[in-house]
């Protein structure tokens, strides 16, 4: 199958949207150590400093700026264009050096790390990376579905992270259809670990076709969290594919 050009505008669905909406809270931690981004509708970030590690805003913000700044510049190459599952790899691979050789800045010798997912969206699929315990779920027809799977040993220690070693990070990585009504979530484990899938999917139902709706469905997610006693910082992203004209 011949795939689009990267270099021209993408083509969508013309009776179909994209559309966006974050949330993010400290709770009750004194700093915030999550970071999201993106660009154009197309490429969504979500990172989450190491706890236990200094430098964990700087690793979250390195981390995603990198994943986005890889997308952008990426992309021109056909190559990976062609294959998005080698081009997340190529993706976590550039934020992972960038991360990893920040320790040899004076200040930052003890190290630093993050968790990351990154969502890619195409004219009818999606295709998601992460390493960490940051996930990412799909929300179809009332039922949520976590795609992710968390990165952790049996002592709920992590397993895989940005930053730590220079070679042989390998992100998972999912694709799947993108129909109308989809909500993908991206959320770091300050909200994927407190708000089960059948309560995600509750909150998501009405989220409506609107940015503001999906904002106000960010909040009440993160509102849930706090609720269920979630005291980490809390980091949501929606990203949803409307019918136009609704």
Request: hydrophobic content about 40%.
């Amino acid at each position: 199958m011949e795939l689009g050009d990267p270099l021209l505008p993408t083509v969508r669905d013309p009776s179909a949207a994209i559309i966006f909406a974050g949330g993010q809270r400290l709770g009750g931690r004194q700093h915030q150590e999550d970071y999201w981004i993106n660009f154009n509708d197309e490429c969504f970030a979500v990172a989450d400093g190491v706890g236990g590690m200094p430098h964990g805003g700087m690793a979250a913000q390195l981390s995603a700026e990198t994943a986005i700044w890889g997308y952008k510049h990426i992309r021109s190459r056909r190559f990976y264009w062609q294959d998005k599952k080698l081009f997340l790899k190529r993706i976590f691979r550039s934020a992972n050096i960038a991360v990893w050789q920040k320790r040899r800045e004076t200040g930052f010798e003890q190290g630093l790390a993050a968790t990351l997912v990154v969502a890619i969206i195409g004219p009818k699929n999606f295709w998601v990376g992460s390493v960490g315990d940051s996930a990412a779920y799909l929300v179809r027809h009332g039922v949520a579905t976590k795609l992710t799977v968390d990165d952790l040993d049996e002592a709920g220690l992590l397993t895989s992270v940005v930053g730590t070693n220079r070679y042989g990070l390998v992100p998972q990585v999912v694709s799947e259809r993108f129909l109308p009504g989809d909500t993908l979530l991206l959320s770091t484990d300050g909200v994927s670990k407190y708000v089960p899938e059948g309560s995600l999917a509750s909150l998501l139902a009405a989220s409506g076709d609107t940015t503001a709706s999906l904002t106000q469905a960010a909040q009440l997610l993160l509102d849930a969290a706090q609720e269920a006693g979630s005291s980490d910082n809390l980091t949501a992203c929606l990203i949803k594919k409307v019918v136009r004209g609704r």
